[in-house]
């Protein structure tokens, strides 16, 4: 007698497509919105030359190689730093980075660069508490006062950065320190993730990890 009921086997498979239907559906919107960041403001992505006057230039820390100096990818944003003040794009550099662990200190290592390749110390400013892209976009609008600046960063990163700075309050536009270089594909894809992660942090308007003043507490 037909009874209406489904065989184990049929049942399995069911569910085995409905699992692929959640899990492509969720793969859409995850592509979807980072697509969204992407976009948003990749239209103030200019080439060095062509960069608006602005208070500030605001470069994001990337980690320091051996002899504490900075490494090569955070030479080549300092590097174009160092070509707005000297073209008279910016009045000042703004280096945001980690200065909370010891003997990684970004900031320092990031002015000392700057002043010996001929910005003036008066010029710099530091924030030590730029423990992601996020925190150091949002610090820079609360902590510092800044209202319009020129985001500093490789290709891959900077519409991640714009989008956060110009949510944030700040008037931003960008430029790219490797204008011209292919990005490596592990770059893409984690920033594929880490604009959706953007997203989220600006719409829930989470407070940065150090919400108030120029420095980090004193390590222990």
Not at 11 to 33: D, E, H, I, N, P
Not at 49 to 68: C, H, I, N, T, Y
Not at 102 to 122: C, I, N
Request: net charge positive; proline share 6%; hydrophobic share 45%.
């Amino acid at each position: 007698m037909f009874t209406g009921s489904m065989k184990p086997g049929g049942a399995k498979r069911a569910w085995v497509r409905r699992g692929f239907a959640v899990v492509a559906a969720g793969g859409v919107t995850l592509l979807a919105l980072s697509h969204f960041v992407r976009l948003r403001y990749e239209h103030r992505i200019v080439p060095l030359e062509e960069a608006p006057q602005a208070p500030v230039a605001l470069v994001f820390g990337a980690g320091l190689a051996r002899g504490a100096v900075p490494s090569p990818v955070l030479a080549q944003r300092l590097d174009a730093a160092v070509a707005l003040w000297q073209q008279g794009k910016v009045a000042s550099v703004l280096v945001s980075g980690d200065q909370t662990k010891p003997f990684h200190h970004e900031t320092r290592a990031m002015r000392r660069y700057l002043v010996e390749h001929g910005v003036p110390e008066s010029a710099v400013q530091g924030d030590e508490a730029g423990l992601s892209t996020y925190d150091s976009c949002l610090r820079a609008a609360t902590v510092f006062g800044t209202k319009r600046a020129v985001l500093v960063t490789q290709r891959f990163h900077l519409t991640r950065a714009l989008f956060i700075a110009n949510s944030v309050g700040i008037d931003a536009w960008g430029v790219a320190a490797d204008e011209g270089r292919p990005t490596p594909w592990r770059y893409q894809v984690r920033e594929t993730l880490s604009r959706v992660l953007a997203l989220a942090m600006v719409l829930l308007e989470v407070e940065p990890v150090y919400p108030s003043g120029r420095a980090v507490p004193p390590q222990r």
